[in-house]
């Protein structure tokens, strides 16, 4: 018989409730104790097909781990609990001010460069995105809680582009780093 | 003898039975191996009472010599005595070429052609690979462990780089295999480290470990916290350490001297390497030292300064900076929250690297712990904990991938299926489909690395997927899981979802050891180890008695009263004593066999009780009812 664990969400496996706003150290200090019972040091010397369990399991609440851990692919899973799965999904449709403002800000990282101090407007665009995205995960758990769920979607959508964005500045400052030392 | 054994399934026999266990630090340049006894860790001293092993090996055609007197043979037998051989792990030769491009074919050794994608060196005893050398040197690890405990081993936990990507990883546990040793548990170096560290100094927070070896860079950005030991992230370069510092020194020399690295003999090239490493290790001491090389042709004398020699070696280390600064991004962890930062590994014992780091983190070093040995302190601390004999049980690793797994798809590109640091174990599934109709087979290429092109990553293998059943094109769905276990090693499995077919898979590594090559490995060490053999089965006669005799006596306590007569059991005494002297002084199997054999046929009769008893025991335990159900 399958491990019970394997049944339940991954809010669930952490006693956690299911909410946008997680505490993370809380979620960190469940994740401890949980693989203090279940990782497979634990199994060292078990037989074959405890290990292989151990290994399983350990697997499932490391993906559930990294799943909550980060807000936009916390809030995904939380769609795909109100039965939302998004991978793959064909609507893309978007808010034209927020699609226009996202393509100003690629042409000013692709500028940076350029700039006076680009390690510090690279800052402070940074700091831009982490409020837009903060901002975007407080409408979103207003939305979610009323079943909104189109709103819901769309507000991924928009902090996967933020989270892209945010990759590019952080790439670009790593560079422009790289090129200092 | 088994039957007298009577335990409840699943549990020990002997319940508070200490098992033994060693850590292994297999290194580029030297190896230890260290173990907890009486609750203490400790690196174990060969009979000179030196505990660092220098890992080289000499090739005779009689012999085969580990450590310290391989390393003094160096120079006089270069292409039979083989050092550094970490470098090699788990490469390619066509890898190795671009590695040491510098000093061009560096390496005095010949490599032979082969068949096998496994680079293969050229010695008096044939050809070896780095898998068999390492082996080599894990046996000498392992003897000097069992000759200090006295005991037969549970297992080992080696070290390795956290950097090693999976063909490393599984070319250091394949070296395992052909030592015959059980290994519990591959561990990165940073971490292994910081368990040493951390229990002894009792810090919590968050940690840094700068190691830097022989051959090696590894950084490792962890938090500690009562007992769990949790790696962020980790970055490093397993192809950058000390021995780089002597290179780049050499080279430094050969321009001075204005020779041809072509004329260079091999012998004459590890000469020049050996002044390179004593100049470098006295300039930790002295302002300046005079280097004095004889070669062919002229008597050279040249001084070499500390900003001489900082500008040769400052390159390297700003690379290793540059991976602390990427782990630290990784784990979204900023400088100042760093509590402490852990030096390990005997180049961290470079002033400059000392000053650069420090300078890099504006932390101060915690350099009190000897960088040789914390490696293998750690390692025996977590095989304590792994065989079951930390009492405390809390003790918890939590690892992450070093490297991103990534398959290829269309136009030469990875896809990243686990990216790095993501913790382990891990598991990811993805679907694929047949593209012809019929297909009942498929071929993935799995790389490892951050880049976006797959000839700018690690080629890992090519997996051969087959026994789908056929269907259009199209209509199939193949579910191939990858997983990742806690040793860092990557397997695949697929299932073809529509008819719940398994598949079959045939791993081809790109630069590993086939699993018929390991086979015939083995077999050879065997045979050419005869005399190796008898000693190994006495032993293992004698592990085996050592067994007999404490069930024997277990049984005798618990119930030798009640079941057997005053004679009965002064028989079985008798004959057990025998067992007992045959089992320190026998020197032949046989003899220990035939001992054992006799104590077996004597207590017979009182095995056959004891096993009645016990039956009858358990079923009294159970209600009437069901047994009539």
Not at chain 1, 135 to 158: G, P, T
Not at chain 2, 413 to 421: D, G, Q
């Amino acid at each position: 018989m399958p491990n019970p664990i394997f049944k339940q969400n991954y809010f669930e496996i952490f006693s956690v409730p299911v909410s946008t706003a997680l505490d993370l150290s809380q979620l960190k200090e469940k994740n401890h104790e949980l693989q203090q019972q279940i990782h497979p040091d634990r199994f060292a010397s078990s037989g074959d097909a405890e290990k292989r369990e151990a290994m399983q399991i350990t697997s499932l609440v490391n993906e559930a781990y990294n799943t909550l851990k980060v807000p936009v692919s916390r809030l995904q899973y939380m769609l795909t609990l109100k039965g939302v799965d998004m991978n793959g999904e064909t609507d893309t449709s978007m808010d034209g001010a927020f699609l226009m403002q996202q393509m100003e800000l690629r042409e000013e990282i692709a500028d940076v460069k350029s700039q006076a101090d680009p390690l510090d407007v690279l800052d402070t665009m940074s700091r831009d995105l982490k409020n837009q995205a903060e901002n975007l995960v407080l409408s979103f758990a207003e939305f979610y809680q009323q079943d909104e769920l189109d709103k819901s979607r769309e507000i991924v959508r928009k902090l996967q582009f933020i989270n892209k964005a945010q990759k590019e500045v952080n790439d670009i400052t790593e560079q422009l780093e790289d090129e200092l030392i | 003898m088994a039957l007298l054994q009577i335990s409840e399934p699943g549990q020990s026999t002997k319940p508070h039975e200490h098992k033994f266990a060693i850590g292994i630090d297999l290194g580029t340049t030297n190896s230890l191996v260290a173990s907890v006894r009486s609750g203490r860790p400790d690196t174990l001293p060969d009979e000179n009472g030196e505990h660092l092993l220098p890992s080289v090996v000499q090739y005779k055609t009689d012999a085969v010599i580990v450590g310290s007197q391989a390393k003094n043979n160096q120079i006089e037998d270069s292409q039979n005595t083989i050092s550094s051989i970490k470098r090699l792990m788990g490469r390619g030769i066509d890898e190795l070429k671009n590695q040491f491009e510098n000093l061009s074919d560096v390496l005095p050794y010949t490599f032979v052609q082969s068949d096998s994608v496994v680079p293969k060196i050229k010695t008096v005893v044939g050809d070896k690979t780095a898998v068999e050398i390492s082996a080599d040197i894990l046996k000498a690890l392992k003897k000097r462990g069992e000759q200090t405990l006295g005991d037969e081993l549970e297992g080992a936990v080696i070290t390795v780089p956290a950097y090693f990507d999976d063909a490393q990883r599984q070319a250091t546990k394949d070296a395992a295999t052909l030592a015959g040793i059980n290994v519990l548990r591959l561990l990165n170096e940073p971490t292994a480290a910081a368990v040493a560290y951390g229990l002894d100094s009792g810090a919590e927070g968050i940690v840094a470990v700068y190691d830097l070896g022989g051959g090696t860079f590894d950084i490792s950005i962890m938090q500690l916290k009562k007992g769990v030991f949790e790696v962020l992230s980790t970055g490093g370069d397993s192809a950058l350490g000390g021995d780089d510092f002597d290179h780049a020194i050499a080279e430094w020399i050969i321009k001075q001297a204005a020779v041809k690295p072509a004329d260079l003999s091999s012998g004459l090239l590890r000469l020049v390497l050996h002044e390179a490493c004593k100049a470098k290790e006295a300039l930790s001491d002295v302002e300046q030292v005079q280097i004095n090389i004889e070669f062919t042709d002229n008597n050279w004398t040249g001084t070499l300064n500390r900003q001489q020699l900082n500008s040769l070696i400052d390159p390297l280390i700003k690379k290793t900076l540059l991976s602390c600064r990427r782990a630290l991004r990784d784990a979204n962890v900023e400088k100042d929250q760093v509590v402490d930062v852990v030096m390990v590994g005997g180049s961290t014992r470079a002033l400059r690297v000392r000053e650069n780091v420090a300078a890099f983190f504006e932390a101060d070093l915690k350099v009190d712990i000897d960088p040789d040995r914390v490696v293998a302190i750690g390692a025996a601390i977590q095989a304590n904990a792994l065989v079951g004999n930390d009492s405390d049980g809390n003790l918890l690793l939590m690892d992450v991938l070093p490297l991103s797994l990534g398959i290829e798809t269309m136009g030469g590109l990875s896809e990243k299926i686990i990216s790095r640091n993501t913790p382990i174990p891990v598991s990811r599934a993805q679907e694929f489909t047949t593209y012809k109709d019929g297909q009942t087979a498929m071929a993935l290429h799995v790389v490892q690395g951050e880049r976006e092109l797959v000839d700018d990553c690690r080629s890992l293998a090519k997996f051969e997927l087959r026994g789908f059943p056929p269907h259009v094109a199209g209509a199939a769905r193949i579910r191939v899981t990858f997983q990742v276990d806690a040793d860092g090693l990557l397997s695949v499995s697929a299932k073809e979802e529509t008819s719940g077919v398994e598949a079959s898979v045939e791993v081809k590594p790109s630069y590993g050891l086939q699993d018929a090559e390991i086979e015939a490995m083995l077999k050879a060490s065997m045979e050419f180890a005869g005399e190796d053999k008898d000693t190994r089965s006495l032993r293992e006669q004698q592990v085996e008695a050592d067994r007999v005799l404490e069930a024997i006596d277990s049984a005798m306590a618990d119930d030798g009263e009640e079941m057997l007569s005053a004679d009965e059991r002064e028989k079985i005494q008798q004959v057990r004593s025998e067992l007992a002297i045959a089992r320190h002084n026998a020197t032949e199997t046989q003899e220990l066999k035939d001992a054992m054999k006799k104590l077996e046929k004597v207590s017979a009769e009182y095995v056959a009780r004891r096993m009645n008893a016990s039956v009858q025991k358990s079923m009294a335990g159970h209600q009437v009812e069901e047994f009539n159900k």
